[in-house]
Every structure is written in C-alpha cells, then in structure tokens.
T-cell receptor, first 119, second 112 residues
Framework: DGGITQSPKYLFRKEGQNVTLSCEQNLNHDAMYWYRQDPGQGLRLIYYSQIVNDFQKGDIAEGYSVSREKKESFPLTVTSAQKNPTAFYLC??????????????????FGEGSRLTVL | KQEVTQIPAALSVPEGENLVLNCSFTDSAIYNLQWFRQDPGKGLTSLLLIQSSQREQTSGRLNASLDKSSGRSTLYIAASQPGDSATYLCAVMDFGNEKLTFGTGTRLTIIP
C-alpha cells in the first residue's frame, strides 16, 4: 500500500547527542515536510523540500538539519544545538501545487509520527 | 502572517448528537483549507479538503464549509459516535506559499 513511513516510533536521546528520524514515502510525491507538535500548540514547520537536493527552512529550523538525496526520502537530524528537542515529530508529503495542473489539490498526507524524548 | 484559530479547545457531547467545530483564519487569500483528525499518539488523517473556489465538501457524516470572505470554516459531524472522539485540526494553505498553517485543534469527546 502507498503511504508514508516514519521510524523509529519512539526514540530516547541523551543530551548532547544527535539523532536522525527517518521518513520514506512511496506516493511519488514531490514535496515533503517535517513538522513538530508540542502539547497545546499547533504543528510548526521545521523544514520542507519541493525537489531532490533542495530544501527550505520553515518557522523553527534552528537546531535541525535535513537532506533530500532521493525523492522518496527526507530524513531529519535533531542536533545537540536544539535546546528543547522533546516533542512529537511528523513527516508529510504532497504533490507539488501546479505541477499537474487542475488535478493537484495540495492535499497533505502524514506519517504516524516519531516521539523523541531527551533524557 | 496567517493565523488559524480553533475554538473551543475541547468539546464533549452525548452520542447521537450533531455537532459543529469551528475554524477561523486571518488572511482570506488561501489556496485550500484542510480538516484533519488526530488520534492520541498518532499522525494526522486527512478528512476533507476544500479548494478556495469551493463552498463545501462532504464525506459520509462529515460536511465542511468554507466562507473565505469572513475567514471561517466549519466541520459538521452528524449523528456522532464514540469512535469520532479525537482531536480535529484545521489548516490553511496560502496562495503562492505551499505551506500549511495549523490551528491548535479541538479535542472532541463523544459520551456513550
């Protein structure tokens, strides 16, 4: 079945360590996104990518890094510079608006999320 | 900067009742508006998407409306069931900016 797979589902990290969250999609979508969700707050955009080998910072990119070497994959690294990394991380993908004309709705599809806890 | 608000933050209703969830946004130049459902500890599931040229969308017991001029959308759930208990989020995509701005959600509890 087509979809978005995030791993691991749960991750524990010691302070000072970098960790990488995986996101893979087989929907043939051009655009991929990373969001962070904290209790009582809406989802906040960390990074997004519209094409391979290109990505843009979102609203809260500090302390995070990404790569987009393949269309299917968009891993997120939470670095030791991120001051408050404990959160629920969500990856999403969509068809790029305008790429396929009228058929493109811009609908976003999400993975099941990864919960990161810093000990 | 687009801002999306969902009020109330939490809502409890008896099973079988019809209910309305509200979403408001500050900038009416949107490309689309999406409603999502999120169960505890899970990702988001897309429920309905309304394009800027549309007034409403329906799927089963769900109906979403859009009034761009007033910056409002509603999600109507008919004949509520305990399985409808979840957090419902709305999000808008602005024209020329392929990023979503999310509301903080309404946590819905259906009481059997």
């Amino acid at each position: 079945d087509g979809g978005i797979t995030q791993s691991p589902k749960y991750l524990f990290r010691k302070e000072g360590q970098n960790v990488t969250l995986s996101c893979e999609q087989n929907l043939n979508h051009d655009a991929m996104y990373w969001y962070r969700q904290d209790p009582g707050q809406g989802l906040r955009l960390i990074y997004y990518s519209q094409i391979v080998n290109d990505f843009q910072k979102g609203d809260i990119a500090e302390g995070y890094s990404v790569s987009r070497e393949k269309k299917e994959s968009f891993p997120l690294t939470v670095t030791s510079a991120q001051k408050n990394p404990t959160a629920f991380y969500l990856c999403a993908s969509s068809i790029l608006i305008g790429r396929w004309g009228q058929k493109n709705t811009g609908e976003l599809f999400f993975g099941e999320g990864s919960r990161l806890t810093v000990l | 900067k687009q801002e999306v608000t969902q009020i109330p933050a939490a809502l409890s209703v008896p099973e079988g009742e019809n209910l309305v969830l509200n979403c408001s946004f500050t900038d009416s130049a949107i490309y689309n508006l999406q409603w999502f459902r999120q169960d505890p500890g899970k990702g988001l599931t897309s429920l309905l998407l309304i394009q800027s040229s549309q007034r409403e969308q329906t799927s089963g017991r769900l109906n979403a409306s859009l009034d761009k001029s007033s910056g409002r959308s509603t999600l109507y759930i008919a004949a509520s069931q305990p399985g409808d208990s979840a957090t419902y989020l709305c999000a808008v995509m602005d024209f020329g900016n392929e990023k979503l701005t999310f509301g903080t959600g309404t946590r819905l509890t259906i009481i059997p």
